[in-house]
């Protein structure tokens, strides 16, 4: 049996369905909790703060470059997201590509809303970097064996380290000129 466009029937408009509704933190969400944690203690998977979220290393990363962006705002699902910051929230991870592309070199990398927002309520996202250099190039990102142990402090600075200079590299900071100042008395 085959079904048709037809057989399904109308199609929903989008814009007359309802907006999903932010859902409001818990009295104890790990993830909000996290956002709140310490960022300069030996460790910390803290990497960057952005406009719409925090960026973090995996600290039992399934590649080299493994990170996690987290959203500012408690939700479970991009579209209870304002639009404008459902918009930022692209643009972000847009940079972030490009800083782990440079930073890494990976062949290619796996974006992916991560499923811990289906028990905490609160949207995350995983990178995964796919490098051509072994057996587990055709393996979906959720069957990479995975780390064994932690990342240790040296490796996650080292990654930091690299991961930063490829954020100068697609973003350079803006820096504030002074007014130029006219005439004479200088």
């Known amino acids: 049996m085959s079904l048709s466009r037809a ?8 814009l007359s369905m309802p907006p999903l509704e932010p859902s409001s933190p818990p009295a104890a969400c790990p993830v909000c909790d996290a956002l709140l944690a310490p960022r300069d203690v030996p460790g910390s998977p803290f990497v960057a703060e952005l406009k719409t979220g925090q960026l973090l ?7 080299e470059g493994h990170l996690r962006f987290v959203a500012k705002s408690h939700v479970a699902d991009l579209l209870q997201l304002p639009d404008d910051e459902r918009l930022a929230l692209w ?5 972030v590509v490009r ?11 796996n ?10 309520g609160h949207l995350s996202w995983d990178l995964v970097p796919r490098y051509a250099d072994g057996e587990d190039e055709a393996l979906p990102f959720w069957q ?12 996650l600075a080292e990654q930091r380290r690299r991961l930063l ?7 350079p900071v803006r820096r504030e000129t002074p007014p130029v100042k006219r005439g004479r008395g200088r």
Request: aromatic share 4%.
């Open 57 to 63: 290393f995996d600290l039992h990363p399934l590649q």
């Open 99 to 109: 800083a782990v592309r440079v930073a890494f070199q990976p062949q290619r990398l």
């Open 165 to 171: 200079r490829g954020f100068l590299s697609v973003a």
């Open 144 to 155: 990479l064996p995975g780390a064994d142990e932690a990342l240790s402090e040296e490796s």
């Open 7 to 14: 057989d399904a029937g109308p199609a929903p408009d989008p």
């Open 111 to 120: 974006l992916t809303c991560s499923p811990d927002g289906l028990a905490t």
């Open 91 to 95: 643009g972000d991870l847009d940079l």
